[in-house]
């Protein structure tokens, strides 16, 4: 999937990747794609329930060895 900035967060465990990306976020406008790489297990979960609590869509995730890409699209403010 094609993203419009990428935030690494390997290495970065809860609630870090979330604050990260909220903050993240702020810095794209309405409709762009933010890509999270993380390696917590946990973001799987965190984000999608990040995402319904503040509006931004989930577009994917996908995992490949031991690293998590997540898609996020911003949503209008």
Known sequence: MKADQTLDCIGLY???PIVKIATKIKDLKTGEILEVVGDDKGIKLDVPAWC???GHELLG???QGGEI??????APN
């Not at 890409?69 to 911003?74: F, L, N, P, S």
């Open 52 to 54: 319904q609590a503040t």
């Open 14 to 16: 809860c609630p870090i």
């Open 69 to 74: 890409k997540v898609y996020v699209k911003k």
């Open 61 to 63: 995730i996908e995992e």
